[in-house]
């Protein structure tokens, strides 16, 4: 990794080698030496946060999330890019933060990119909460964006049912 000039190379290294799994080098030198170099990259955060959240080292994962969101939004509350944005969401959820996990996924339900993941993990939390309607409510967002979401199809019929809508589950 100290022999890549740039951050941005870095960056692009870790992502090829997790994407082709490779055997010998490790994806996080190399972000981690863009952090080196730039604590405050967001690309480099997340991706680091993400090593740690696949591995279920959530409190690991946390910091970077953290940093990253915090430097995406610094200009601007509704960022370009959500991914960090869901990510930090998803690790406080493992975590079992479902009041703040829960705010941050309405916060990335903004982006096309990560609406159906995000209204789906909200929908998830409002079940486990049993707040029916808001599960409901969310799930159709969700299904509007992919009708395809087959956990989500399923996650709306057992809340219809929760409902006593028995005729629109079974329908579903």
């Known amino acids: 990794p100290d022999e890549i000039a740039t951050s ?14 490779h ?12 952090l080196r170099r730039d604590p405050m990259d967001v690309r480099n955060n997340n991706a680091v946060g993400l090593w740690y959240l696949r591995r279920g080292r ?16 610094k200009r601007n ?5 959500g991914e960090p944005i869901y990510n930090l969401a998803l690790c406080l959820k493992y975590q079992k933060k479902y009041d703040e996990a829960y705010d941050l ?4 339900t903004w ?14 939390i409002s079940a486990m909460q049993h707040r029916w ?10 299904l509007a964006r992919n009708w ?12 219809l049912r929760k409902l006593d809508m028995n005729a629109e589950a079974l329908a579903l």
Do not use: I, M, S
């Open 105 to 108: 996924f309405y916060k990335a």
């Open 58 to 73: 959530f409190a690991l994962a946390e910091p970077y999330l953290r940093t990253a969101v915090r430097v995406l939004q």
């Open 148 to 159: 395809h979401n087959h956990k989500a199809r399923a996650l709306k019929a057992a809340v």
């Open 8 to 21: 941005e190379q870095l960056y692009l290294t870790g992502l090829h080698l997790e994407q082709y799994r």
């Open 133 to 142: 309607e808001d599960a409901l409510d969310e799930l159709d967002h969700c």
């Open 23 to 34: 055997a010998t080098w490790c994806a996080l030198d190399y972000y981690l030496e863009a």
């Open 111 to 124: 982006n096309a990119a990560w609406q159906d993941a995000a209204y789906f993990a909200c929908a998830q």
């Open 77 to 81: 509350l509704n960022p370009y890019d």
